[in-house]
């Protein structure tokens, strides 16, 4: 069966620091891999993608994620952290068989002033 | 593109009561789901819509739960008999019909549903 997993449940990183948020996954054939972060009582926001091609996929609001197929692992990167991506980010795999998402538990960043 | 929009945002019912929400999907998209999350979880997939057609359904969508996308647009899930354990928040998402599981699903804003 098609899963992800994120093995933290929190990050707290200083402002200006690089940030890292871990997402393993399990598939079977080729991985359709995603980010989405959710602000408080809102809905998700697409944040990247690997579909194939380059291991370092770049997405919105200068977050990336680097791709690695012989860990099995998709963590989402940003150079330097801001305040305001304080959140809750969810890895996800597109497994389904009519293409749903398949959702780590999610994380939740904190970044400190 | 005014993006997903899904109504009510929030909702409040009794135990037993019947809830309908509505999702507008993105104007070109073909493709319609709906996803449950519940507090510390990431959102689980109830259902999906190529068009107008029903395409899957997930285990975890009881006989109590419909859902309806006539004429390919809008969408509606129905719960009847509400339960307590139906207290979570209802997400939409769609996609266009271009790369099958490489499509990115856009998510409305949700739905809150908590029961009394």
């Known amino acids: 069966a098609q899963s992800v997993a994120q093995p933290e449940d929190q990050v707290n990183v200083a402002e200006g620091n690089p940030l890292t948020v871990k997402c393993t996954y399990s598939?079977?054939?080729?991985?359709?891999l995603f980010w989405y972060v959710q602000y408080p009582n809102r809905g998700l926001q697409f944040l990247l993608k690997?579909?194939?091609?380059?291991?370092l996929v770049k997405g919105s609001y200068g977050f990336e994620a680097e791709f690695n197929k012989s860990q099995t692992s998709f963590h989402l990167k940003k150079p330097s952290a801001l305040v305001s991506d304080s959140a809750l980010y969810f890895c996800?795999?597109?497994?389904?068989?009519?293409?749903?998402?398949?959702f780590g538990k999610g994380t939740k960043l904190s970044v400190k002033p | 593109d005014t993006g997903v929009s899904q109504d009510p945002r929030h909702k409040i019912t009794k135990r037993g009561q019947n809830v309908t929400f509505r999702c507008d999907p993105i104007?070109?998209?073909?493709?319609l789901y709906w996803y449950r999350q519940t507090l510390g979880q990431g959102p689980e997939f109830l259902t999906y819509?190529?068009?107008?057609?029903?395409?899957?359904k997930s285990r975890l969508l009881s006989d109590r739960f419909s859902a309806e996308r006539p004429k390919g647009s809008f969408s509606t899930l129905e719960i009847q008999r509400t339960e307590q354990g139906d207290s979570a928040m209802y997400l939409c998402?769609?996609?266009?019909?271009?790369?099958?599981?490489?499509?990115?699903?856009?998510f409305g804003p949700g739905t809150r549903l908590t029961v009394l």
């Open positions: 104007s070109e998209h073909n493709r």
């Open positions: 998402a769609s996609s266009q019909d271009r790369a099958y599981q490489a499509d990115t699903q856009y």
């Open positions: 690997y579909i194939t091609g380059d291991n």
């Open positions: 819509f190529q068009n107008e057609a029903q395409l899957e």
């Open positions: 598939v079977s054939g080729n991985p359709y």
């Open positions: 996800a795999v597109n497994g389904g068989s009519q293409g749903n998402l398949i």
